[in-house]
């Protein structure tokens, strides 16, 4: 059989897989019997040298390829701009191929978000579903995503309360894999009650972005005395000021980043991989600073940031007093 997993979710796609992989046989023997291959590794031969033989001691063969049917998509379109006589494709035969797997193996592509007109995932799926199986694993978003996070406690002998939810899925996002280990978390620190919000604002990492964004923004604002007790709670809460630093420049870099794209008039969907982020909530707060704060003012947070990094590095002042006097100077 033949399967195509794609998507943006790529913690259900390999969820998906895994339990393909349960099929092999007893773990003592899946090793033996699944073959990883990368695109840049990929090749006719090896494929089907991996592909083309009997199980050992098992029930199933299964060979996994990453990134192939993505990495045809820019060699097509290379080729067709290029009409030129270039290296040969690494999948060419691949389908002819495909047809011959014997029945005791599973050929998997693992991908990632694919355009409508991928040539491999096309001639893959005209092999029709008695042989081939194509499924797009979508990032999930809102109703869904709060019950993939209720579903998901319950799994782990959890429950968990609405505003948590709420809360865990406006700072991690659509991030299933961090949102499946800061599940395990709370499930182990609440041991058999149901999660709170508080305990969500306690234990999840990602809680501590509200706070920088609030820091960043007494700093811009010139607040000082609140943007001193933000960076005081952050102290107490182990946060040191050499990571207050480096989140401040990050917030200040993602800021600068987020009035390029207005300015480009980039379509706010797309802002989440631009920013580097999958969180709804982190897109909205760099959108809103980006509005209400000029450029002026982030080029000149990142000189105090600079000025600030190298005060620590060269022993001029301790992380802390050059995190206070950052502050201190934003306000003159």
């Not at 797009?136 to 995503?145: G, I, Q, S, V, Y």
């Not at 305990?199 to 700093?219: N, W």
């Not at 952050?234 to 794209?261: C, F, H, K, S, Y």
Request: hydrophobic share 45%; glycine share 8%; net charge negative.
């Amino acid at each position: 059989m033949i399967y195509v997993f794609y998507g943006d979710d790529g913690f259900s796609a390999h969820e998906a897989l895994g339990e393909l992989l349960e099929s092999v046989g007893p773990p003592e023997v899946r090793d033996a019997n699944v073959t990883r291959l990368e695109a840049s590794e990929f090749s006719i031969e090896r494929f089907g040298a991996a592909a083309m033989v009997v199980p050992f001691l098992a029930d199933r063969r299964v060979v996994v390829v990453s990134g192939l049917l993505s990495a045809a998509e820019g060699s097509h379109a290379q080729r067709g701009r290029a009409r030129a006589a270039a290296a040969a494709d690494p999948a060419a035969g691949l389908v002819e191929l495909l047809e011959a797997l014997p029945p005791t193996t599973d050929a998997v592509f693992l991908d990632g978000k694919l355009t409508p007109s991928n040539p491999l995932r096309g001639a893959i799926r005209k092999l029709g579903p008695e042989r081939a199986t194509v499924r797009e694993f979508p990032a999930l978003r809102r109703d869904a995503l709060d019950a993939w996070v209720r579903q998901r406690a319950e799994a782990k002998g959890a429950q968990i309360e609405q505003r948590a939810v709420a809360l865990l899925v406006e700072h991690v996002g659509s991030d299933l894999w961090t949102l499946d280990s800061e599940i395990e978390k709370l499930a182990i620190y609440c041991a058999g009650r149901p999660v709170t919000a508080e305990d969500v604002g306690a234990l999840v990492s990602q809680t501590r972005e509200a706070s920088i964004f609030a820091l960043v923004d007494a700093v811009m604002e010139n607040r000082t005395d609140a943007a001193l007790k933000v960076m005081s709670r952050l102290l107490g809460g182990g946060t040191t000021a050499q990571a207050q630093i480096a989140m401040i420049a990050r917030q200040a870099r993602m800021v600068a980043l987020a009035q390029e794209l207005a300015r480009s008039q980039v379509a706010r969907d797309d802002w989440g991989k631009r920013l580097g982020t999958s969180s709804d909530f982190v897109v909205r707060k760099v959108a809103d600073q980006a509005r209400r704060f000029p450029p002026e003012a982030v080029r000149r947070l990142y000189g105090l940031l600079v000025e600030a990094d190298l005060a620590m590095k060269t022993g001029g002042a301790s992380d802390e007093l050059a995190l206070t006097e950052l502050i201190a100077r934003a306000r003159a």
